[in-house]
């Protein structure tokens, strides 16, 4: 062996961890942006304030999926949560999951209650082939770095081979 081959084995090596480095913090960052994207979320047991009658308070989530449920809490002064009204409504010009009280609520303003509901995430891609299609994405970048990581290790193989003059029966260099 050379100098000129153990540097030229020595840098494809680096290009391999760099290049595998490089792609899985690509993929995790845009992986864990893709999973906000396509899965709805359950928010349980979340502990509010009652807000006053009328009044309109943000909760986590932007998209209300099916019925949010009010249970109750050991500060509540009944278990009758008539009411109290959880949606999605815009609020501060932004799309959200809200709860509103009415005035059949009105000996619970100022209480804490317990709402459980399952919600769509900001960032959220309504429409399934979307959702699809960012899956995707990650799933080639994923089978793009396997595909270098053994491109170039197969490189590095065949180079080590060339160098140290192996042969196959019929005495030819491979």
């Known amino acids: 062996m050379n100098n000129k081959g153990q540097s030229s084995d020595m840098k494809t090596v680096i290009m391999i961890f760099v290049g595998a480095i490089i792609a899985i ?5 845009a992986s ?6 396509t899965n709805t979320f ?26 949010g449920t009010v249970g109750n809490s ?32 009105s000996d619970l303003v100022g209480n804490s209650i317990n709402t ?12 399934s082939s979307d959702r699809s299609i960012a899956e995707l ?7 793009a770095a396997v595909v270098f990581v053994i491109a170039t290790a197969w490189i590095i193989f065949t180079q080590f081979l060339n160098m140290n003059g192996s042969s196959n029966r019929k005495g030819r260099k491979i």
């Open 32 to 37: 864990n942006s893709v999973f906000e994207q």
């Open 116 to 127: 459980s509901y399952t919600y769509n995430p900001d960032g959220y891609l309504n429409s």
């Open 74 to 105: 050991s500060q509540a002064p009944s278990t009758n949560f008539t009411g109290i009204i959880i949606s999605d409504g815009l609020v501060n010009g932004a799309k959200t999951v809200t709860i509103t009280t009415n005035d059949t609520a």
């Open 25 to 29: 913090v690509l993929l995790s960052a």
């Open 42 to 67: 359950t928010a349980t047991n979340v502990t509010v304030t009652v807000p006053a009658i009328n009044v309109t308070v943000a909760l986590i989530g932007r998209d209300l999926v099916g019925d």
């Open 137 to 143: 994405i990650i799933l080639f970048g994923a089978l």
